[in-house]
């Protein structure tokens, strides 16, 4: 069976060419750059060269890359580095829509003396910017706010909400996991002092990430050891990885066109066809402005996990903000914190496309799911059989 | 991913006794659409008195179908005091197992039997139907006063049944009964 994969913001397949870049170190060409052999010695060229192709991607100096482990990784080091570097500030502020890497992170650090604002958002799941605004303080030690999310692909007003921090003197990170290589992107003049991104969710493979940390900034390394990555982040360089990563870093910026381009496009006629199809559908978050690779789409009067179950039977892959498939009773945070009816909550489907998405599968996807809901639906006690939901329950 | 056995799957996509039955002998509706699942079970006897079919429907995810698919299988041939003894352990073990996390299923599945039961032997059916769980507060009872005071908005069903006065999750529930109060109460006139 052919698998459709449309949960590209969940991972990414690794490009061919990102593979052929990575080769030779995972092979013949072991060593270590540290070494003052030549054989390690003639290898970190090639971690120079993959910063570069990072520092480009998002706007930066080479310089100001730090090659991690993953995105986790990279949120944790800067809002810990912050949180070191300004010892005597104890408040923290986010949003309530933040992917775990930063919201459990923060929660932990609210059950350790730290307090902990989370800026809410609107029902298209839009930052509050007045609540933002009043959310800082004399005591606020660090902004952490995504710059777009993972399950609507609404995109923040990251650099504005930098601006107003920055006039305050205070630091902002950005989780930029999803957006990277999705949206155009300026770290530089973006008025962020830190940046995470991912590789797997680039066509690299899992297991490699970047800080953007801007110049200047004060930084407390994570990891003590080595003296690595100019001692922000010891460790022997994952060099095969990075390799990876600076390929993919060159790709996604020659493909952002095509991502904005062609990609946006059959997501859109991926959300029009089922809405003008499959009736009681919702899209959900701010289609103005979003990443151009991702549809939230509830399917109201049916379940996400049986959603997916069902798609899972014709190879298509997605996930879903359900419940069920949260691994608690409650649909997601996000859902939650647009305010979306739990009844909508849990028949949520994301679709995130990639530049490999073809029209071909879009329309495949969508002759299925006309089935797949009307199958869900004729099993609904919501739902009648005269296709028109069922009141009173 | 799921940990699913192959029975749940094939009652799952392959789901046996879909439907309502009319004139039920015992029927029942248990959980909400804000929750997360919920089902409808309904039951008829045969002339031996015997359950001679079992239909179900079902909002949830594959192992709140498979297991309202399995119980209806469960109980056909068996006499009601029979089909009492069903346990939701029984319905779990009828499908090979369930993830602990998805027990809660034939828990349902074993709340809607009961239920059933219970209306057989004379309760009223609308059991369980909440759809204000803040309050608890019933399709049944805010039809009722949707009808008898001529109620047009949420706002005004929560005035008079408390239903959508807390989390508010229900909103759209209510506003579809009204719809459907209204549009029923238009063609009788």
Same mark, same amino acid.
């Given at each position: 069976?052919?698998?459709?994969?449309?949960?590209?913001?969940?991972?990414?397949?690794?490009?061919?060419?990102?593979?052929?870049? &990575?080769?030779?170190?995972?092979?013949?060409?072991?060593?270590?750059?540290?070494?003052?052999?030549?054989?390690?010695?003639?290898?970190?060229?090639?971690?120079?060269?993959?910063?570069?192709? #990072?520092?480009?991607?998002?706007?930066?100096?080479?310089?100001?890359?730090?090659?991690?482990?993953?995105?986790?990784?990279?949120?944790?080091?800067?809002?810990?580095?912050?949180?070191?570097?300004?010892?005597?500030?104890?408040?923290?502020?986010?949003?309530?829509?933040?992917?775990?890497?930063?919201?459990?992170?923060?929660?932990?650090? #609210?059950?350790?003396?730290?307090?902990?604002?989370?800026?809410?958002?609107?029902?298209?799941?839009?930052?509050?910017?007045? #609540?933002?605004?009043?959310?800082?303080?004399?005591?606020?030690?660090?902004?952490?706010? &995504?710059?777009?999310?993972?399950?609507?692909?609404?995109?923040?007003?990251?650099?504005?909400?930098?601006?107003?921090?920055?006039?305050?003197?205070?630091?902002?990170?950005?989780?930029?996991?999803?957006?990277?290589?999705?949206?155009?992107?300026?770290?530089?003049?973006?008025?962020?002092?830190?940046?995470?991104?991912?590789?797997?969710?680039?066509?690299?493979?899992?297991?490699?990430?970047?800080?953007?940390?801007?110049?200047?900034?004060?930084?407390?390394?994570?990891?003590?050891?080595?003296?690595?990555?100019?001692?922000?982040?010891?460790?022997?360089?994952?060099?095969?990885?990075?390799?990876?990563?600076?390929?993919?870093?060159?790709?996604?910026?020659?493909?952002?066109?095509?991502?904005?381009?062609?990609?946006?496009?059959?997501?859109?006629?991926?959300?029009?066809?089922?809405?003008?199809?499959?009736?009681?559908?919702?899209?959900?978050?701010?289609?103005?402005?979003?990443?151009?690779?991702?549809?939230?789409?509830?399917?109201?009067?049916?379940?996400?996990?049986?959603?997916?179950?069902?798609?899972?039977?014709?190879?298509?892959?997605?996930?879903?903000?359900?419940?069920?498939?949260?691994?608690?009773?409650?649909?997601?945070?996000?859902?939650?914190?647009?305010?979306?009816?739990?009844? &909508?909550?849990?028949?949520?489907?994301?679709?995130?496309?990639?530049?490999?998405?073809?029209?071909?599968?879009?329309?495949?996807?969508?002759?299925?799911?006309?089935?797949?809901?009307?199958?869900?639906?004729?099993?609904?006690?919501?739902?009648?059989?005269?296709?028109?939901?069922?009141?009173?329950? | 991913?799921?940990?699913?056995?192959?029975?749940?799957?094939?009652?799952?996509?392959?789901?046996?006794?879909?439907?309502?039955?009319?004139?039920?002998?015992?029927?029942?509706?248990?959980?909400?659409?804000?929750?997360?699942?919920?089902?409808?079970?309904?039951?008829?006897?045969?002339?031996?008195?015997?359950?001679?079919?079992?239909?179900?429907?079902?909002?949830?995810?594959?192992?709140?179908?498979?297991?309202?698919?399995?119980?209806?299988?469960?109980?056909?041939?068996?006499?009601?005091?029979?089909?009492?003894?069903?346990?939701?352990?029984?319905?779990?073990?009828?499908?090979?197992?369930?993830?602990?996390?998805?027990?809660?299923?034939?828990?349902?599945?074993? /709340?809607?039997? $009961?239920?059933?039961?219970?209306?057989?032997?004379?309760?009223?059916?609308?059991?369980?139907?909440?759809?204000? $769980?803040?309050?608890?507060?019933?399709?049944?009872?805010?039809? /009722?006063?949707?009808?008898?005071?001529?109620?047009?908005?949420?706002?005004?069903?929560?005035?008079?049944?408390?239903?959508?006065?807390?989390?508010?999750?229900?909103?759209?529930?209510?506003?579809?009964?009204?719809?459907?109060?209204?549009? $029923?109460?238009?063609?009788?006139?």
């Amino acid at each position: 069976m052919n698998v459709v994969y449309l949960d590209n913001n969940a991972t990414t397949r690794i490009a061919p060419e990102v593979l052929d870049a &990575m080769m030779p170190y995972l092979t013949g060409d072991y060593g270590n750059p540290s070494s003052m052999h030549s054989f390690g010695g003639r290898v970190a060229p090639v971690v120079e060269e993959a910063r570069g192709h #990072a520092a480009r991607l998002i706007g930066a100096s080479p310089d100001e890359i730090i090659f991690t482990s993953c995105g986790t990784e990279s949120d944790n080091t800067a809002i810990r580095s912050a949180l070191a570097v300004n010892p005597d500030k104890r408040h923290i502020v986010t949003s309530r829509v933040e992917h775990p890497a930063v919201r459990e992170l923060c929660l932990f650090l #609210a059950r350790n003396d730290y307090r902990v604002t989370e800026v809410p958002v609107d029902s298209k799941g839009r930052l509050d910017m007045d #609540a933002y605004r009043e959310s800082l303080t004399d005591d606020t030690a660090l902004v952490t706010l &995504m710059w777009a999310n993972n399950e609507t692909g609404v995109i923040f007003p990251v650099e504005e909400a930098a601006g107003i921090a920055r006039e305050r003197g205070i630091p902002v990170h950005t989780d930029a996991v999803q957006a990277v290589g999705k949206v155009p992107m300026d770290a530089d003049s973006s008025g962020v002092d830190m940046l995470s991104l991912s590789g797997h969710k680039l066509h690299a493979p899992k297991g490699i990430g970047v800080l953007y940390v801007r110049k200047g900034t004060r930084f407390a390394p994570f990891l003590i050891g080595g003296h690595q990555e100019s001692e922000r982040r010891a460790g022997t360089e994952n060099v095969p990885y990075i390799a990876g990563l600076g390929k993919a870093c060159e790709l996604a910026l020659e493909h952002l066109p095509d991502m904005n381009g062609r990609v946006r496009r059959l997501r859109d006629k991926l959300e029009q066809e089922i809405t003008a199809r499959i009736p009681h559908v919702k899209i959900n978050g701010d289609t103005e402005n979003r990443l151009p690779n991702t549809a939230n789409i509830s399917f109201e009067y049916v379940e996400g996990e049986s959603i997916l179950l069902m798609m899972n039977e014709y190879g298509i892959c997605a996930s879903s903000g359900s419940a069920c498939t949260s691994g608690s009773l409650q649909p997601s945070h996000v859902m939650l914190a647009m305010g979306v009816p739990f009844t &909508m909550a849990h028949g949520s489907i994301r679709f995130s496309l990639s530049i490999y998405s073809e029209e071909a599968e879009i329309d495949f996807v969508v002759d299925k799911l006309v089935d797949i809901i009307t199958t869900l639906r004729a099993m609904s006690p919501f739902w009648n059989n005269d296709s028109r939901p069922a009141a009173g329950r | 991913m799921w940990d699913y056995t192959d029975k749940v799957r094939d009652h799952f996509l392959h789901p046996r006794n879909v439907g309502d039955l009319e004139n039920p002998d015992g029927m029942a509706e248990v959980g909400s659409m804000a929750c997360g699942d919920a089902l409808r079970f309904t039951f008829k006897l045969d002339e031996t008195g015997r359950i001679g079919d079992a239909r179900f429907k079902t909002f949830g995810c594959a192992s709140a179908i498979a297991s309202a698919s399995a119980l209806t299988e469960m109980v056909k041939g068996l006499t009601v005091e029979e089909a009492e003894k069903i346990t939701n352990r029984d319905i779990a073990a009828y499908l090979g197992g369930l993830p602990d996390a998805k027990m809660h299923c034939s828990v349902m599945g074993r /709340q809607a039997l $009961e239920a059933a039961i219970a209306n057989y032997r004379g309760a009223p059916a609308e059991t369980a139907a909440l759809v204000c $769980e803040c309050f608890n507060v019933t399709g049944r009872e805010i039809e /009722q006063a949707v009808s008898e005071n001529n109620l047009t908005t949420v706002e005004e069903v929560t005035n008079f049944t408390k239903a959508g006065g807390g989390c508010g999750t229900c909103h759209e529930i209510i506003r579809g009964i009204i719809d459907r109060v209204r549009s $029923e109460n238009e063609v009788t006139e």
